[in-house]
């Protein structure tokens, strides 16, 4: 529906301004196109009471509580590393281990021959043979995990304000970056036990919601899973006008550690007494995107949303495929970023462990594709019938080269990339929509390839979203429209050219 409106949309939009007006209506209704991030039904941190363990863990492999510096999973060890750090820490502070992929052992012929051992090298007919290790199969730089105080626009940004305690190598894992507020820090946990891997977070803490924040960072890295301080590097972000009474030093956050007898601080929040609701302040949701994907200490990135939980062990399982490079789709010219499709489960179920339980329980109607209830068109991804119709295999591979055009052209994927794709417009806000179109714009423009990954998908928290009508945010929706057509584009035109299909 929403294809067809918005298509009817794009006709008319030059003729009368009136149609125009009432069609982005529709649109804006039927077409939620933001992400996942708090839609309509669980409001603005309306976290209630925890989900039980068994819910939010599913059938992952459990870590015993009582780790401290052991590795987060059987397949990756993590090593004790020499060096010492930030060893002020009292009590059984996290020891500083380094972040180990599972080093698939090349075979034997793979040390011997020099010649190809760089991507470059490889040509699409794929006849060289050289196993690459990852670090030569992802050429990439370390960059700097320090913390750093800096502008960025209209707001302050701590970057790295309190950092992971393991230590990764930017070839070495993938990196989910994500933004929130305090109030959704609950999902850190069952997102870890599943991805495993590190996650770069931008907190949006302005005025009296700041000390709330560094109470929850403190409880969060206390009083869960050992997984939270070791891969968890949490960025704090306000607007200047906005600025917090008192800005402790990272390092103290990082090393007191929280009375676990109270109530975690994302529980039974009143949203409408936050400071960010009280001043009615917009969501910068892109802000916090930028902010958490540009601090990722990885090459390869997952900049989604929080309430998105990824099948598990993905990372290793990625990087395995990005090491071996041995199929078509991964040896094209283009840009390209990897796909991931979408689902929702029932409030009873738990996320499906691997696609083979995803299909059994597609089939049994207790998982649906992404917002097939709010709006079927903006996360429809290509092929998904014959992807969800495709038995589990082994590894991940690609299973279709799709194209941000046609019937998805106003697309949002969410998808593993690198920070050398384009940003998202830090104009736009949650409460906008349509805050990840400008992006698959240029994506579109550029000419990427949308490698849609077999075998590996995200679902949604728990709980099926039906439509709720909001008024507030029809009328900001129709303002973001606006700026979107009249300022946005254009300047887009000018930056990235033209390219026949594409639409914001
Ligand atoms: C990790 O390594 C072990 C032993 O080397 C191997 O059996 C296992 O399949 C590997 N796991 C992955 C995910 O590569
Ligand atoms: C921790 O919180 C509990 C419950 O509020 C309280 O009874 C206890 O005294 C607190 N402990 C410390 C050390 O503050
Ligand atoms: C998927 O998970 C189920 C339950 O853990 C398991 O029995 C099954 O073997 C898994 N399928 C594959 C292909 O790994």
């Known amino acids: 529906m929403f294809g067809v409106v918005c298509r009817r949309n794009w006709a008319l939009r ?39 363990q068994e819910m939010m863990y599913g059938t992952v492999p459990r870590l015993n509580g009582t780790a401290t510096a052991s590795a987060p999973a059987e397949p990756r060890s993590a090593l004790p590393a020499a060096r ?27 040390a011997e021959s020099e010649e190809a051992e760089q991507r470059p090298d490889r040509t699409a ?51 989910y970056t994500t933004h929130a507020d305090y109030t959704f820090l609950d999902n850190l946990e069952p997102l870890l036990e599943r991805w495993r891997g590190p996650i770069s977070i931008a907190l949006h803490a302005p005025g009296t919601d700041f000390p709330a924040t560094i109470e929850a960072i403190k409880h969060a890295r206390s009083c869960g899973s050992p ?31 929280a009375n676990c007898s109270k109530a975690a601080p994302w529980i039974n929040v009143n949203v409408g007494r936050m400071y960010k609701s009280e001043r009615k302040l917009l969501y910068p949701v892109n802000v916090g995107r930028n ?28 990087l395995e495929m990005i090491r071996k490079s041995d199929q078509p789709a991964l040896l094209r010219p283009n840009p390209k970023v990897f796909v991931l499709s979408i689902f929702e489960v029932d409030e009873k179920s738990q996320p499906p462990a691997n ?42 591979h690609v ?45 579109c423009v ?7 990954v077999d075998n590996a998908f995200l679902v949604h928290r728990p709980g099926i979203k039906i439509f709720k009508k909001d008024n507030y945010r029809d009328t900001l929706t129709a303002k973001t429209n606006v700026l979107i057509k009249k300022i946005i584009v254009p300047e887009l035109k000018v930056l990235y050219g033209t390219r026949k299909g594409c639409a914001v």
């Open 446 to 452: 550029l000419d990427y390839d949308f490698l849609i």
């Open 291 to 318: 902010v958490a994907r540009e601090s990722s200490p990885t090459h390869y990135i997952l900049a989604s949303d929080i309430e998105l939980y990824p099948s598990p062990d993905l990372p290793v399982k990625f």
């Open 84 to 110: 010492q750090q930030e060893s002020k820490q009292p009590g059984p502070a996290p020891e500083p281990v380094r972040f180990k992929v599972n080093e698939t052992k090349s075979p034997p012929e793979a």
């Open 227 to 257: 997984l939270v301080a070791q891969l968890v590097t949490f960025h704090v972000y306000f607007s200047s006008k906005h600025v917090p009474k008192m800005i402790p030093v990272g390092e103290k956050v990082a090393s007191e550690r």
């Open 399 to 443: 299973f279709h080269v799709g194209k941000r055009t046609g019937n998805f052209v106003h697309w949002e994927p969410i998808y593993i990339g690198t920070n050398d794709d384009p940003l998202y417009d830090e104009r736009l806000s949650w409460e906008g929509k349509s805050d990840k179109m400008t992006q698959g714009y240029a994506l």
């Open 355 to 396: 696609k083979s339980i995803l299909i059994r329980m597609l089939k049994m109607g207790t998982a649906i594709p992404f917002h097939k209830k709010l709006c079927a068109g903006c996360h429809n991804v290509p092929r998904s019938k014959e992807w969800q119709e495709a038995p589990e295999t082994n590894g991940l």
């Open 14 to 52: 030059l003729s009368i301004v009136l149609n125009v007006c009432v069609l982005l209506y529709v649109c804006a209704h039927f077409g939620a196109v933001s992400g996942p991030w708090i839609e309509e039904g669980s409001g603005w941190g309306s976290s209630g009471p925890a989900p039980s």
């Open 125 to 175: 007919n794929g006849n060289i043979k050289k196993e690459l290790t990852l670090q030569e199969a992802i050429l990439c730089n370390d960059k700097s995990t320090e913390p750093k105080t800096a502008q960025r626009g209209d707001y302050w940004v701590l970057y790295n304000y309190v950092p992971m305690s393991m230590k990764v190598h930017c070839w070495e894992s993938v990196t």
